[in-house]
Antibody, heavy 120, light 111 residues
Framework: EVQLVQSGAEVKKPGESLKISCKGS????????IGWVRQMPGKGLEWMGI????????RYSPSFQGQVTISADKSISTAYLQWSSLKASDTAMYYC?????????????WGQGTLVTVSS | NFMLTQPHSVSESPGKTVTISCTRS????????VQWYQQRPGSAPTTVIY?????PSGVPDRFSGSIDSSSNSASLTISGLKTEDEADYYC??????????FGGGTKLTVL
């Protein structure tokens, strides 16, 4: 079974750094892109960016370029989403998801989500 | 970049048919495939339609998708509505640089 399992909920203070993870299993991790999607409280889905773990080719939405870093460690089949200095506005649920077949494929499966709360 | 515009909410009775629209602001709706995701409260999204009109295995044929170049929009149609269809629905496509774009989402109420 193809699965994406995300790290647990985080509570951080403004200015702190954070790295959340998404571990893939049941498929060849280096052969598929993985994407990240943000959902702020009570709001819609936002496409953040994707990475190809095979060669670390990464593409960001213009809205998130420079705000987050997407990376992957293929040795442990894990993708990451990282912030160097969190803001209160980063409070959201973050989902990882695997585009099927290509970088612009439909997402399947999705991870269970990681809730990030940034509050002083 | 372009935007995908959806109605904020729609409502219909059980057993009826509802259609949710998704209008692309610039560029042709046919230039990149459109997906539709269902999100129930407290859950991760799941795909109900991919590549404009394809259903993943396990999704009932009550769900169908289409695109209309004349209105530059995509549509998700759900027939034989059930209370379990009550959820938020998001359309999604890609730009020419393979960067994704989601619509704002539509809350479907089945009353």
């Amino acid at each position: 079974e193809v699965q994406l399992v995300q790290s647990g909920a985080e509570v951080k203070k403004p200015g702190e750094s954070l790295k959340i993870s998404c571990k893939g299993s049941g498929y060849s991790f280096t052969s598929y892109w993985i994407g990240w999607v943000r959902q702020m409280p009570g709001k819609g889905l936002e496409w953040m960016g994707i990475i190809y773990p095979g060669d670390s080719d990464t593409r960001y939405s213009p809205s998130f370029q420079g705000q987050v870093t997407i990376s992957a460690d293929k040795s442990i089949s894990t993708a990451y989403l990282q912030w160097s200095s969190l803001k209160a506005s980063d409070t959201a649920m973050y989902y990882c998801a695997r585009p099927v077949d290509t970088a612009y494929g439909w997402f399947d499966p999705w991870g269970q989500g990681t809730l990030v709360t940034v509050s002083s | 970049n372009f935007m995908l515009t959806q109605p904020h909410s729609v409502s219909e009775s059980p057993g009826k048919t509802v259609t949710i629209s998704c209008t692309r602001s610039s560029g042709s709706i046919a230039s990149n495939y459109v997906q539709w995701y269902q999100q129930r409260p407290g859950s991760a999204p799941t795909t109900v339609i991919y590549e404009d009109n394809q259903r993943p295995s396990g999704v009932p044929d009550r769900f169908s998708g289409s695109i209309d170049s004349s209105s530059n929009s995509a549509s998700l149609t759900i027939s034989g509505l059930k209370t379990e269809d009550e959820a938020d629905y998001y359309c999604q496509s890609y730009d020419s640089s393979n960067r994704g774009v989601f619509g704002g989402g539509t809350k479907l109420t089945v009353l």
